[in-house]
């Protein structure tokens, strides 16, 4: 995220996981032009796999837990985010995690904590293709979107 700084300047920006794949819809609704951040969401049968986010009644993002051993909700974080360069500001501040990463979603918490961001819930599809048994099924997806001219 450091790396594009200096290229995206003043500018708002959409980040997503490499390993995922999202809706153009859903790719559209996360370009909102406003002060906020956003994080795109959906709820998961398990959530314990992904970032649990967790949110005041306004759906404003309070905090996310990583891959919680306990259950807190079942809101999840899909990796597709909006932010402003506000995100520049909080990065020196994320530490390496338990998990030993620095932790993108370290640095949105920190916004969170100031009310800077807002959950965009997703509307369609989200696949993950994290994992080589992904990819098949992905590919199946896709081949099935295909529409005839």
């Not at 300047?9 to 370009?31: K, W």
């Not at 993002?61 to 990796?79: A, T």
């Not at 918490?109 to 509307?123: F, N």
Request: glycine share 8%; charged share 30%; proline share 4%.
């Amino acid at each position: 995220m450091k790396c594009v700084k200096n290229w995206v300047g003043n500018e708002n920006f959409l980040s997503i996981y490499g390993d995922n794949l999202f809706s153009v819809r859903d790719l559209q609704a996360m370009g909102v032009e406003d002060e906020y951040n956003y994080i795109g969401a959906s709820t998961a049968e398990h959530p314990e796999k992904y970032g649990v986010l967790i949110t005041d009644e306004q759906g404003h993002l309070k905090e996310i837990i990583e891959k919680p051993k306990e259950f807190v909700g079942n809101l999840v974080n899909k990796g597709i985010y909006k932010f402003t360069p506000e995100v520049f500001e909080k990065l020196p501040q994320v530490q390496i995690s338990p998990r030993g990463e620095y932790e993108l979603t370290d640095a949105v918490t920190l916004l969170a904590r100031e009310g800077k961001v807002k959950v965009q819930m997703l509307q369609d599809y989200w696949l993950d293709f994290g994992n080589p048994d992904d990819i098949a099924k992905v590919e199946q997806f896709l081949d099935e979107q295909k529409t005839c001219d």
